[in-house]
């Protein structure tokens, strides 16, 4: 079994795959999103509901498009990468 990467740089996945982001920014990206993605348009909707503030629906999709790219990102992010087991480094 090999046991290192058998180069003596890196390569193309080693880069692409690796976030490099703290574990604290990837934490904090699962409650950005779940805010972002849920909580908040729920409460533009209300407003919006409520008051037939155009605005307040312009807002809640813009809400929820930014947490549904933050949910994108952490799913990579927290993600064990195949390649990483070959390359032995941690995504």
Same mark, same amino acid.
Not at 61 to 72: D, M, V, W
């Given at each position: 079994m090999q046991k290192s990467m058998g180069m003596t740089g890196g390569s193309f996945k080693t880069r692409e795959f690796v976030h490099g982001a703290s574990a604290?920014?990837?934490r904090m990206a699962r409650v950005g999103f779940q805010v972002l993605g849920f909580g908040l348009p729920l409460l533009l909707l209300a407003w919006a509901l409520l008051s037939g503030s155009a605005l /307040?629906? $312009? !807002? *809640?999709?813009?809400?929820?498009? /930014?947490? $549904? !790219? *933050?949910?994108?990102?952490f799913f990579f992010a927290q993600a064990r990468h195949p390649q990483n087991i070959y390359y032995q480094a941690v995504s």
């Open positions: 604290r920014a990837v /307040a629906w $312009l !807002l *809640a999709l813009a809400s929820q498009a /930014a947490g $549904l !790219l *933050a949910e994108r990102w």
